[in-house]
């Protein structure tokens, strides 16, 4: 399974920084499946819209299940 982590976001002369580091074994994932998530992440952090006053993307966060 890959491992995902997420640094704290900053903000210099306008643009929002963020670092992600993506650990996965290549037997096990093929480099485009990385690709494709981070080009989605990178698209949905773009827009806006999607966030929501607590900073949360809706339908971003599933636990046990449940969509929060």
């Known amino acids: 399974c890959p491992k995902i982590t997420f640094g704290k976001m900053t903000e ?3 643009r929002k920084t963020m670092p992600v580091s993506i650990h996965a074994h290549h ?3 093929d480099g485009l499946h ?3 998530f981070v080009e ?3 698209d949905m952090l ?3 819209a999607m966030w929501n006053p607590f900073g949360v993307i809706p339908g971003l966060l599933f636990v ?4 929060w």
Not at 64 to 67: E, L, V
Request: hydrophobic fraction near 40%.
């Open 12 to 14: 210099h002369a306008g």
């Open 27 to 29: 037997a096990l994932m």
């Open 34 to 36: 990385v690709a494709k």
């Open 40 to 42: 989605l992440f990178q």
């Open 46 to 48: 773009n827009t806006e």
């Open 64 to 67: 046990n299940g449940r969509n």
